[in-house]
């Protein structure tokens, strides 16, 4: 059972804010495709700034009202004004009494048109006061394309205290972090020190563009899986319970629009495969002959009793002086212990 | 459109080259394919920066595509958008928008083609760096190809944007924003081991974000991706390998 899904269904209370994070290396729309499409229960408000819904949205959904904004462009539309007043007014007047879920597609696209970080935290901020007021299960999730100068803001406390965070990531990342740093993801790899290092390099952005797009790259990121980094703030357990910050990892299957086990992703599978060294015993030589090579008890006592052909007999030699050259002259030798220089005169 | 890679029409394509492999050749063959399969009145708009109508005339015309005929019909539209972007207009200064004159230029076009009842319509754009590099800002390019991609939305319109990669590897601004706007992006890249007199470079295809996944499209990573040789008149593509003369 996928522990992100598991957050998302079970109705924990005032768990209001959802935070779904790309970047150019791997994008988390498919993620954002399958909130949008779980849950039919529940109204949802689909508001596109950048994404086409049509790209959103397979299937119509009487649940999900669409708000497009695409030809919404300063300069290109005769008396351009900021959407966010609007966007404002329509989720007020939803009736308080059921739960909503408000969906912004493309939080960069707001910044980028009206050019001030404090309005468009102004207006999400408001949104999410809009948002808390109604019934527990409502929800606002946003959709972000990293770097972002608003992301600090968002993640902090002051805007949402309970937070689910979801980051995509393509496989390669993970590849690269066990051939290049002996740390798999876990369970492979305790999990104080996988975090350790990811969360560097993950955060670095640049390795991750170096991988995807660099020389050695494919070019995108996972077409078919992706993994998710999942933070969640403010949750709690079965009981009741509140814990702190909790981190985990899942990936995703963006074909089927489904979780799938870590150890299951085919991008993977290298990681994961085992290399089973089985420690064989040596291969027994005296097995399988046709004669007997065995000795019996009295054959092996009379083969110790016979004397070896060795200078030491098993017997440790003799340490020599240090240094001393033992030389035993023969008939031939000529060995004279006179000086051979007696007669020089220098 | 575009064998062998048969994109459907309605999207956004993104294609990048680099110096040494221009994408010159993808671009016609995108041009050529729609005028062939598309026997209708659809009207197709060339946006150039840095090439003439007479070079595109001279090209097309290997394919035996008489763009003349083509204009005379007003089936085809040819912009320089350089002298046009250039002289700004009194609604461009109201707007704040140098290419607010060409968006409604464009936007006329592709509306009386629809009146027409002739939709699939194409606008390539050719090429967008040359405009940055121009002098004109990122974000009024970024802000001209989302309104050339909502107006080709509304008009069930095909977009095609060229940007070249100055330094493979470095992703700039234009292309960050362009990759999150783009439902396919056509990868053209040299080969990694240098020129070559068989093969002039390799082309991956990537799904882009506004990509729906079980799309019949099939898309190429680059270790899997199509080579190409370009002859007098065309480009011919096979897998890695399998060129004549390469072992």
């Not at chain 1, 999400?124 to 007021?133: G, N, P």
């Not at chain 2, 595109?56 to 046009?84: E, G, R």
């Not at chain 2, 040299?190 to 099939?218: C, E, M, T, W, Y």
Request: aromatic fraction near 6%.
């Amino acid at each position: 059972m996928s522990l992100l899904l598991s957050y998302l269904d079970s109705p924990r209370p005032n768990q209001n804010f959802v935070l779904l994070q790309s970047s150019v290396s791997q994008s988390s729309l498919p993620l954002l495709r399958h909130f949008i499409a779980h849950n039919e229960s529940v109204e949802k408000h689909l508001f596109c700034f950048l994404h086409p819904s049509s790209s959103l949205v397979k299937n119509t959904q009487s649940n999900v009202q669409i708000h497009e904004y695409l030809d919404h462009i300063p300069g290109y539309k005769d008396s351009w004004l900021d959407p966010c007043l609007e966007v404002s007014k329509i989720i007020e007047n939803v009736p308080s009494s059921h739960p909503i879920e408000v969906i912004l597609d493309s939080v960069d696209t707001l910044l980028t048109d009206n050019g001030s970080i404090s309005d468009t935290y102004k207006f999400l901020r408001s949104l999410m006061t809009l948002i808390t007021a109604r019934s527990k299960q409502s929800k606002l999730i946003l959709h972000l394309t990293t770097p972002n100068k608003l992301l600090p803001l968002l993640l902090s406390t002051a805007f949402s205290p309970t937070l689910i965070q979801c980051i995509a990531h393509p496989p390669v990342l993970f590849t690269h972090l066990a051939t290049e740093y002996m740390t798999p993801p876990p369970p492979l790899t305790p999990d104080a020190k996988f975090w350790g290092i990811f969360i560097p390099i993950s955060e670095r952005g640049r390795d991750t563009e170096a991988l995807v797009f660099g020389q050695e790259g494919e070019g995108s990121g996972g077409q078919e899986e992706m993994v998710v980094e999942v933070l969640v703030r403010g949750g709690s357990d079965a009981s009741g319970r509140r814990k702190a910050v909790e981190r985990f990892l899942e990936s995703w299957d963006i074909e089927n629009s489904l979780p799938l086990d870590l150890s299951k992703m085919k991008s993977l599978a290298s990681i994961w495969r085992r290399k089973i060294v089985a420690e064989e015993a040596a291969p027994d030589p005296t097995q399988n002959v046709s004669f007997n090579l065995h000795l019996t008890p009295s054959q092996q006592e009379s083969r110790a009793r016979v004397p070896l052909p060795y200078a030491h007999e098993g017997l440790p030699p003799a340490q020599p002086a240090p240094g001393a050259i033992l030389y035993d002259p023969d008939s031939a030798d000529d060995i004279d212990d006179d000086d051979p220089d007696e007669d020089l005169d220098i | 459109m575009f064998s062998p890679f048969d994109l459907p029409e309605d999207i956004f394509l993104l294609i990048t080259d680099e110096l040494p492999s221009p994408a010159d050749f993808a671009l016609c063959q995108c041009l050529v394919s729609h005028i062939k399969e598309k026997q209708n009145s659809s009207p197709r708009v060339v946006l150039s920066v840095s090439e003439s109508l007479t070079r595109w005339q001279s090209i097309l015309a290997k394919s035996n595509v008489n763009l003349s005929q083509q204009i005379a019909a007003k089936t085809f539209h040819f912009i320089d958008i350089t002298s046009m972007a250039l002289v700004q207009t009194d609604t461009d200064k109201v707007h704040g928008n140098p290419f607010h004159a060409l968006y409604e230029q464009i936007s006329s076009i592709l509306e009386e083609g629809k009146r027409d009842l002739s939709p699939g319509a194409l606008v390539v754009l050719d090429d967008i760096s040359s405009l940055e590099w121009i002098g004109f800002s990122t974000s009024d390019l970024l802000r001209l190809c989302r309104a050339l991609r909502a107006l080709c939305l509304k008009n069930q319109a095909t977009l095609i944007i060229r940007h070249h990669i100055v330094t493979p590897g470095e992703l700039d601004p234009l292309f960050r924003h362009l990759h999150s706007l783009c439902t396919y992006h056509l990868d053209i890249q040299p080969l990694n081991s240098g020129r070559s007199g068989d093969v002039s470079g390799q082309i991956a295809l990537h799904s882009g974000p506004n990509a729906f996944p079980q799309s019949a499209v099939k898309t190429r990573q680059r270790s899997a991706a199509l080579q190409y040789r370009l002859t007098d008149g065309t480009a011919i593509f096979f897998e890695r390998g399998s060129s004549r003369g390469v072992l």
